[in-house]
């Protein structure tokens, strides 16, 4: 089976693809893609906050958004170094839920992993629209996986 691992430079997406290895058996995975896209008429560049790039001033990345974009995939490649199956790497240029159903259709995936709302406006947004319109158009079952829970602090409750 060959999986679609999908990237957008965040956190979050690099959270799913360690949550892949932890219940996943290598040995059934024939192969990996770990895919990034570029919006091409983007008003936001790609913000790659994965890899351990040079960061130029007031929090911009150095290079191009297309580097941006290679050095996220590169971060979420290397989960997988050693653990079995080889990984592909992919960076696209389009809608961000349209290219990575069509990795997914070009590789005749097995499964799709993509993050719920890494990229999202709000913490109140459950699911990110790329995930939500890839769980729904998918040629195959999506692993979306959701954000981490933040702690809350009980009220302090001093008089």
């Given at each position: 089976?060959h999986v679609?691992?999908?990237t957008d430079g965040s956190?979050?997406s690099?959270?799913a693809?360690?949550?892949l290895t932890?219940?996943?058996d290598?040995?059934?995975?024939t192969g990996?893609s770990?895919v990034?896209?570029?919006r091409p008429?983007?008003?936001?560049?790609?913000a790659?906050e994965?890899s351990?790039?040079?960061?130029?001033g007031?929090?911009?990345?150095?290079?191009?958004?297309?580097e941006a974009?290679?050095?996220?995939?590169?971060?979420?490649?290397?989960?997988f170094?050693?653990?079995?199956?080889p990984?592909?790497?992919?960076?696209?240029s389009?809608?961000?839920a349209a290219?990575?159903?069509?990795?997914?259709?070009?590789r005749?995936?097995?499964l799709?992993?993509?993050?719920?709302?890494?990229r999202?406006?709000?913490d109140v947004?459950?699911?990110?629209?790329t995930?939500?319109r890839?769980q729904?158009?998918?040629?195959?079952?999506?692993?979306?996986?959701?954000?981490?829970?933040r702690?809350r602090?009980?009220?302090?409750?001093?008089?």
């Amino acid at each position: 089976m060959h999986v679609v691992v999908a990237t957008d430079g965040s956190p979050q997406s690099l959270a799913a693809a360690r949550h892949l290895t932890s219940f996943a058996d290598p040995g059934k995975i024939t192969g990996i893609s770990v895919v990034a896209v570029l919006r091409p008429l983007a008003s936001v560049a790609f913000a790659d906050e994965i890899s351990d790039a040079e960061q130029g001033g007031a929090g911009e990345w150095t290079g191009s958004f297309t580097e941006a974009a290679q050095r996220a995939v590169d971060a979420v490649a290397a989960v997988f170094d050693g653990w079995g199956p080889p990984v592909d790497r992919q960076v696209r240029s389009g809608s961000p839920a349209a290219e990575i159903i069509e990795a997914a259709q070009e590789r005749d995936a097995g499964l799709l992993v993509v993050a719920a709302g890494g990229r999202g406006i709000s913490d109140v947004i459950l699911l990110g629209s790329t995930a939500q319109r890839v769980q729904h158009y998918a040629p195959c079952p999506v692993l979306v996986v959701r954000p981490a829970p933040r702690s809350r602090r009980a009220p302090d409750r001093r008089g």
